[in-house]
């Protein structure tokens, strides 16, 4: 894993546009994971700015959904989809036909994660795969404990998750209690990972990431044991990891 520590939130947006936009000049049609979640807002609106200015061109990109509230259709104003609609397949232009939708109001889930898994696979697994990371050290929908292999899945939120998503829809009532997420199988096997992380409140939870035991009750950690992972963090989130980490590239 490589660290790059920016000075703050707005310089970690741009490092991490800067990782992206070069990933898509070396593969314009990239199989792209896409996180909702505050964090990677900032570098979404950064990433459409330079396509507005003819630096990225994210036309050919194959969006890919990371996760959804269960029972949640489309239109819901809580509905990951959406969100991940207006913050980047929107403001990038990437047509419909290149999106791939977990649909989280399917009549059967279960089948749904699995024919994903098998949509994910046939399109040649993720090339760019953009992640935030949670208080609780959850990727996606992947609450601890979740193993290397867990797959594509329905499951049930924990406290600390409706809690933290409580902040997006403005009660712990309008949180759902479950979901379907993108399996830590496929996240482990992306091409490139991408993580942003800011803020104090990350700080500890980044250091159990980057240097904790890898185990399946911080999911993030398992992160240590894929390729070509870059976690792109403020000052505020990388505290001491900022002098510290040897494998850290400082900018
Ligand atoms: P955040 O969410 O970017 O809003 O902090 C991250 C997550 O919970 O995965």
Redesign the pocket.
């Known amino acids: 894993m490589r660290l790059i520590v920016a000075d703050d939130e707005a310089g970690m947006s741009r490092t991490a546009a800067d990782l992206f936009c070069e990933a898509v000049a070396a593969k314009p049609s990239s199989s792209v994971l896409v996180?909702t979640?505050?964090?990677?807002m900032g570098m979404y609106a950064e990433i459409a700015a330079r396509q507005a200015v003819g630096q990225c061109d994210c036309g050919q990109l194959r969006a890919i959904q990371l996760d959804e509230y269960l029972g949640i259709p489309a239109g819901d104003r809580r509905s990951l989809y959406g969100w991940m609609r207006r913050s980047f397949i929107d403001p990038l232009g990437i047509p419909d036909a290149q999106v791939m939708r977990l649909a989280g109001d399917a009549a059967d889930p279960d089948a749904a994660c699995a024919a994903f898994t098998t949509a994910i696979r046939a399109a040649g697994g993720i090339d760019i795969s953009v992640l935030?990371?949670?208080?609780n050290g959850?990727l996606g929908f992947n609450e601890p404990p979740s193993a290397a292999d867990a797959p594509t899945r329905v499951i049930t939120l924990t406290e600390a998750?409706i809690e933290?998503n409580a902040v997006y829809w403005g009660s712990r009532d309008d949180v759902p209690r479950r979901a379907m997420t993108v399996g830590m199988d496929v996240l482990l096997a992306a091409r490139l990972t991408i993580v942003v992380v800011s803020g104090e409140r990350k700080r500890e939870i980044l250091q159990r990431m980057m240097s904790g035991p890898v185990s399946p009750d911080v999911p993030a950690s398992l992160l240590q044991t894929a390729d070509n992972v870059v976690v792109v963090a403020d000052r505020a989130a990388a505290g001491e990891l900022a002098s510290t980490s040897a494998a850290g590239v400082r900018r």
């Open positions: 996180a979640g505050n964090t990677p935030g990371l949670g208080p959850h998750s933290s």
